[in-house]
């Protein structure tokens, strides 16, 4: 079992930035690879970004690349999404997500989930 715990979110005017962080407990954070997902309301629920248990190889949306940097510190046990230049289409609930492996960009490979932080960006 991991524990994830999502912190970080507000409200934030469009153009601004916010440092999301996903606090991990129980077994070897290490041991994970780390995604952030977002969903708006009545949207599903899509792929932020993604980062291996390494951090050597880093993915991400096409809406959001050159605006977010996904992050870990493994003897922390945390992650992290800097999120820059944030648009009002950004607002949305952001979960962090850990898996032992597969497909980064599917929800459906992993494994644990924390319970969201909500984002608002107003325009």
């Known amino acids: 079992q991991v524990q994830l715990v999502e912190s970080g979110g507000g409200l934030v005017q469009a153009g601004g930035s916010l440092r999301l962080s996903c606090a991990a407990s129980g077994r070897t954070f290490s041991s994970y690879a780390m995604g952030w997902f977002r969903q708006a309301p009545g949207k599903e629920r899509e792929f932020v970004a993604a980062?291996?248990?390494?951090?050597?190889?880093?993915y991400y949306a096409d809406a959001v690349k050159g605006r977010f940097t996904i992050s870990r510190d493994n003897a922390k046990n945390a992650g992290y999404l800097q999120m820059n230049s944030l648009k009002p289409e950004d607002t949305a609930v952001y979960y962090c997500a850990v898996a032992i492996s597969g497909r980064p960009r599917s929800p459906y490979e992993y494994d644990y989930w924390g319970q969201g932080t909500q984002v608002t960006v107003s325009s």
């Open positions: 980062i291996s248990w390494s951090a050597d190889n880093t």
